[in-house]
């Protein structure tokens, strides 16, 4: 084991601090753009590509430059440390690595590059309004008729949809009551496909959510759109599912360490300089120096679990070995994150609550984290159920 970074990593992580010194203090002003004009500002997306961030996960074959998953996490996390992360990179990295891992090749041909030249932004569409913690209840369908795939069906709380140029959906390839006919197990009957937003029968709504940086959620009806293309193979859409989702959960990690890296740094600068009592900055109370001396602990523990579930990813373990890792890696981040704001808030006393500190936002931000992309009781379910192998009780 090797806790270092190589070369290559620790240049690609001083890239994305340099990228998120310069784009992470006009994040507020992108954010408030895109909402305002439907469209993710092309200069920050081309810069974000010409550093090679767009392909690190993709081989060079498809115009990436093959840094890796580890790599790419490294990047993320320290980029959200600078104030500067984006949940629409995390899903077009998620569907790349999809694309990539489960082809056909025809798909990887097609996507790939573009993503790789950071032309093609993707979303990702999991969520029904009656299947959010329990995907295999999903009823949209993505079903044969001839030599085209016909999508039917309403996704929900679909980030980023108005500014991708394409979303990945999973749905199923038959009905539940015609697999259950059929005999197949629960995981049979799925497909990943993707559609373009802009094909006929394709209409979406938009949510009164909170949002995640600037970018807003919709939901997604489907009526009879001709799909782009399939992912894997038809009827065993769970493998590329999980391979999404792990992906998902990982870089939602590095989100969730860069925003607590971020937080620490944020409020440990106020301690330092803020007097109350005195001549001494509060920053010298041990009320105020313990919890954020023990989120920093806490932080560099939840780092190494985050490393391995990337570095399994780079060694392209199964889904089934990747996941319990990327998952307790995601937990344990999102709720140190959540902490974190918390004790940051509180290290600012009422400034915390000005907007323009920008903390109470990240209130909201990480407390996303507990509910998306995969709520804390559902973690812990899977955690229990098959990885200590306790009965289910659901
Ligand atoms: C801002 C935002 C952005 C999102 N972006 C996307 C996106 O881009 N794409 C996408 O597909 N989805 C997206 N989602 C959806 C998100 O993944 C779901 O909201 C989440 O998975 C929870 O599903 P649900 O909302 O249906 O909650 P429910 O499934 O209704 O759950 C409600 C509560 O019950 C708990 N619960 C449910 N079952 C159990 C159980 N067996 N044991 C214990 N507790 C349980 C849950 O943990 C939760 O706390 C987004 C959501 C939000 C809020």
């Known amino acids: 084991m090797d806790f270092r970074l190589t070369d290559e990593q620790a240049l690609i992580q001083e890239t994305a601090i340099r990228f998120g010194k310069k784009w992470g203090p006009r994040m507020e002003e992108i954010k408030k753009r895109t909402i305002a004009e439907g469209a993710f500002p092309d200069e920050w997306w081309r810069d974000f590509a010409a550093a090679g961030f767009t392909g690190a996960l993709l081989p060079e ?81 993505a079903v044969r008729r001839g030599n085209e795939i016909v999508l039917n069906g309403t996704k929900t709380f679909i980030t980023g949809v108005d500014v991708a140029d394409r979303v990945l959906v999973i749905a199923r390839s038959m009905t539940s009551a015609e697999r259950e006919e059929k005999g197949l197990p629960k995981i049979a009957g799925f497909n990943v496909v993707i559609v373009d937003p802009k094909a006929k029968g394709f209409t979406m709504t938009e949510l009164n959510t909170e949002g995640i940086e600037g970018l807003k959620q919709w939901t997604l009806h489907f009526d009879d759109v001709i799909v782009e293309q399939l992912i894997g193979e038809e009827h065993q859409g769970i493998v590329p599912m999980f391979d999404v989702l792990n992906a998902e959960r990982t870089l939602a990690t590095a989100s969730a360490i860069g925003m607590t890296d971020r937080l620490l740094d944020r409020a440990c600068s106020y301690a330092r300089e803020r007097k109350v009592f005195g001549d001494r900055a509060i920053g010298s109370y041990q009320a105020i120096q313990h919890p954020l001396a023990e989120i920093k602990s806490e932080l560099e523990a939840v780092r190494l679990l985050f490393y391995k579930a990337a570095v399994l990813f780079d060694q392209n373990a199964p889904p089934q070995e990747i996941g319990p890792i990327a998952t307790m890696a995601k937990y344990l981040a999102g709720e140190l994150a959540i902490r974190a704001a918390d004790q940051a808030l509180q290290t600012h006393g009422g400034n915390g609550f000005d907007r323009d500190y920008g903390l109470i936002q990240s209130f909201v931000d990480t407390r996303l984290l507990r509910t998306a992309p995969i709520s804390r009781e559902m973690i812990l379910n899977q955690v229990a159920e098959h990885v200590l192998r306790l009965p289910r009780s659901y």
Do not use: H, W
Request: contains cysteine; hydrophobic residues 45%; neutral net charge.
């Open 61 to 141: 074959e498809y115009g990436g430059s093959n840094m890796g998953m580890a790599a790419m996490a490294i990047a993320m996390e320290a980029m959200a440390g600078q104030g500067c992360g984006s949940a629409l990179v995390m899903l077009t990295m998620m569907d790349a690595l999809c694309i990539l891992r489960a082809g056909p090749d025809e798909a990887r041909r097609r996507y790939l590059p573009a993503i790789a030249k950071g032309e093609m932004k993707m979303a990702f569409a999991i969520t029904e309004p009656d299947a959010g913690s329990n995907s295999f209840k999903m009823r949209t369908t």
